[in-house]
């Protein structure tokens, strides 16, 4: 069975600083996708970021990095230069082989002026 | 492009009532999903679409859930009767196909408060 673990509830940076995010997986599929998600005050979840378990390279998005530890099964998120509208909540999720995609519990990252 | 539609974007039933959420998908995605959010928690998948056929529905309570996707193209949530623990957010997403790369593309959920 495929788990995510967001081992901290909440997370609080200044503006303008880098802050990490961090998400735990186990999976036993060779084959796995891992992506993180914002999710504002709104509602709406919004893809960030995306990670095949086969990509050579860490995926970067614009401000966002993921920092993916295979042998460790970690999939951080690094969001650089943070701005006021980070503060939401942040999904870490992962999909393997032909599983559904399941989500950790969330992170709440508070960017402070 | 336009993005995943939902409504209503709120709903306030009594318990035992019946509810119906609506869907409309990004254009051309074959791949549509209704997720369970309650609060403090990730989404849940409850029922999966590929066109009009299900693919997963191993977590939709089918004693009172249903879900339709005539056509292939927008779909229906329905909760009949609804208990106080269906209170939650109900996302819908759909992506291009059922590919393990594929991201899923979220609309702006129902909240849905049962009391």
């Known amino acids: 069975a495929q788990k995510i673990t967001q081992t901290q509830p909440g997370m609080f940076v200044q503006e303008k600083e880098a802050v990490t995010l961090d998400c735990t997986y186990d999976t036993s599929d060779p084959s796995y996708g891992l992506f993180w998600y914002k999710q504002p005050s709104s509602g709406e979840m919004i893809f960030l970021i995306y990670q095949g378990s086969y990509d050579q390279q860490n995926a970067t998005e614009g401000r966002y990095s993921l920092n993916f530890q295979k042998a460790r099964k970690s999939a951080n998120l690094v969001i650089s230069a943070s701005q006021l509208g980070d503060s939401a909540m942040y999904f870490c999720a992962m999909r393997g082989g032909s599983e559904k995609l399941v989500f950790g519990k969330g992170t709440k990252l508070t960017v402070n002026p | 492009e336009a993005g995943v539609a939902q409504s209503p974007r709120y709903k306030i039933i009594e318990k035992r009532q019946s509810v119906a959420f609506w869907c409309n998908p990004i254009?051309?995605?074959?791949?549509l999903y209704w997720y369970q959010q309650i609060l403090g928690q990730g989404p849940k998948l409850l029922i999966q679409f590929q066109n009009n056929g299900v693919v997963d529905d191993s977590q939709l309570p089918k004693d009172r859930f249903s879900a339709e996707r005539l056509k292939g193209v927008d779909s229906t949530l329905k909760i009949q009767p609804a208990k106080l623990e269906d209170s939650a957010v109900y996302l819908c997403?759909?992506?291009?196909?059922?590919?393990?790369?594929?991201?899923?593309?979220f609309g702006p959920g129902t909240r849905l408060t049962v009391l």
């Open positions: 997403a759909s992506s291009p196909q059922d590919w393990q790369r594929d991201t899923q593309y």
């Open positions: 254009s051309g995605h074959a791949t």
